[in-house]
Nanobody, 120 residues
Framework: QVQLVESGGGWVQAGGSLRLSCAAS????????MGWFRQAPGKEREFVGT????????DYADSVKGRFTISRDNAKNTVYLQLNSLKPEDTALYYC?????????????WGQGTQVTVSS
């Protein structure tokens, strides 16, 4: 059974930082592209960023580019999202997701999310 478990969310003041983690189990982590998404109350889920299977390539939404960084440790089956210079509009439930490397389109597996709240 595949599980993706996010952690590291919390409350932070604007300008602060958080580091989210997503621990994966039940899959061969190193062959999965990992993505981060977020959903704010009353809004649709949006793409935050993605990292390739070996971690050599990343892509980010324009809204977070230069502030957020995705990394992964395949030995620990974990992907990270470093959130810096946080803004109130970054407040959302943050999800990680896994998609088999080489595939496009929908992600195969999703976590339950971790809440990030940024106060002004």
């Amino acid at each position: 059974q595949v599980q993706l478990v996010e952690s590291g969310g919390g409350w932070v003041q604007a300008g602060g930082s958080l580091r989210l983690s997503c621990a994966a189990s039940g899959l061969t982590f190193s062959i999965y592209t990992m993505g981060w998404f977020r959903q704010a109350p009353g809004k649709e889920r949006e793409f935050v960023g993605t990292i390739s299977t070996a971690g050599g390539s990343t892509d980010y939404a324009d809204s977070v580019k230069g502030r957020f960084t995705i990394s992964r440790d395949n030995a620990k089956n974990t992907v990270y999202l470093q959130l810096n210079s946080l803004k109130p509009e970054d407040t959302a439930l943050y999800y990680c997701a896994a998609r088999r490397g080489g595939k496009r389109g929908a992600y195969d597996y999703w976590g339950q999310g971790t809440q990030v709240t940024v106060s002004s």
